[in-house]
């Protein structure tokens, strides 16, 4: 069994579902964070069978964790200082999203004019539906 050192200062994404790390890694833009960032894939879980969590050492404070709650359902933010869990989290959805998704509508004007940013405004919470901040294409997200 790997046996992944514990955090002293940092923020643990927890419940991630398995094979999904990667794409968050990439959502969060962790390759610009300066500090260490460890990726477990596929470990046990009693919960979901298989989960993957990501180590990330010191504050991100320039990342939006909320993000996850796009990408992840499941996950959980999990604060550590001193070596102790001092806070247990789950993202809450983001009123706004920008170049996360982008719009299926052919006939938005981010698929001419392709500098566009893709932002979507969260337009209804219970059925996690976002809309196009352009056209009003909705988008439901997982």
Request: charged share 5%; net charge positive.
């Given at each position: 069994m790997l046996n992944i050192s514990g955090l002293n200062n940092?923020?643990?994404i927890d419940h991630i579902k398995a094979g999904e790390a990667?794409?968050?890694y990439d959502y969060l833009d962790l390759d610009r964070y300066p500090g260490c960032?460890?990726?477990?894939k596929n470990a046990k879980s009693s919960k979901?069978?298989?989960k993957d969590i990501i180590k990330i050492e010191g504050t991100p404070e320039d990342i939006d964790l909320n993000m996850l709650a796009?990408?992840?359902e499941s996950a959980t933010i999990n604060i550590i200082r001193g070596g102790i869990l001092e806070e247990k989290k789950?993202?809450?959805l983001p009123e706004v999203i920008k170049d996360i998704f982008k719009c299926k509508n052919p006939r938005c004007i981010t698929s001419i004019e392709q500098e566009l940013?893709?932002?979507?405004?969260?337009t209804d919470k219970k059925t996690r539906t976002y809309r196009c901040r352009y056209c009003e294409?909705?988008?439901k997200v997982n």
């Open positions: 940092g923020v643990v990667l794409n968050l960032i460890a990726i477990i979901m069978g298989r796009v990408v992840s789950s993202p809450v940013p893709h932002i979507f405004t969260l294409q909705a988008f």
